[in-house]
Antibody, heavy 123, light 103 residues
């Protein structure tokens, strides 16, 4: 079955970087765009960016553009999200989410979600 | 674009009809309008896409409608498992969510 399995919880100090992984299985990895969405404690959902696993092309929310890098490893069907210069406000659950349709252009419909990775930023 | 879900919390009983609103700050394409359900400690689940199409496996008590700036998610008869937070989403923007709680 289609599944996204994310890496485990992280605790980081302010100023550090974190790299979260999302391993896909049960479908053709390169055919579906992947999104990253985060959720601060008790807050709503916030879209961070998107990666096309086929060519690696990315697009980021302006808020994160200077600090986020999304990459993929096609041989292992893994996408990564790295966030740098962490601050306490980055404490959140980070989700990867796959597009619904394997189209050439993303429809921004997030049909399959990872279980989430908790990132805590604390001194 | 800002999406405003007018009700922060709806207090309803099982069997009630739930009507959740999502208003966009400007007219948006219905093709990119989706609704998600999230329960505590879980990832969001896609319910509705394209404003009115149910995702795979979603019961038909869930329906979506609307166009332009005003969209609605309706749950015809609330089941115990429907008490959750619901988010609308357009393209890269999410609404702030509406919590449907047991009255």
């Amino acid at each position: 079955q289609v599944q996204l399995v994310q890496s485990g919880a992280e605790v980081k100090k302010p100023g550090a970087s974190v790299k979260v992984s999302c391993k896909a299985s049960g479908y053709t990895f390169s055919n579906y765009y992947m999104h990253w969405v985060r959720q601060a404690p008790g807050q709503g959902l916030e879209w961070m960016g998107i990666i096309n696993p086929s060519g690696g092309r990315t697009s980021y929310a302006q808020k994160f553009e200077a600090r986020v890098t999304m990459t993929r490893e096609t041989s292992t069907s893994i996408v990564y999200m790295e966030l740098s210069s962490l601050r306490s406000e980055d404490t959140a659950v980070y989700y990867c989410a796959r597009d619904q349709n394997g189209e050439a252009i993303s429809d921004y419909v997030m049909a399959v979600w990872g279980q989430g990775t908790t990132v805590t930023v604390s001194s | 674009i800002v999406l405003t879900q007018s009700a922060g919390t709806l207090s309803l009983s099982p069997g009630d009809r739930a009507t959740l609103s999502c208003r966009a700050s400007q007219s948006v394409s219905s093709s990119y309008l989706a609704w998600y359900q999230q329960k505590p400690g879980q990832a969001p689940r896609l319910l509705i896409y394209g404003a009115s199409s149910r995702a795979t496996g979603i019961p038909d008590r869930f329906s979506g409608s609307g166009s332009g700036t005003d969209f609605t998610l309706t749950i015809s008869r609330l089941e115990p498992e429907d008490f959750a937070v619901y988010y609308c989403q357009h393209y890269r923007t999410f609404g702030q969510g509406t919590k449907v709680e047991i009255k």
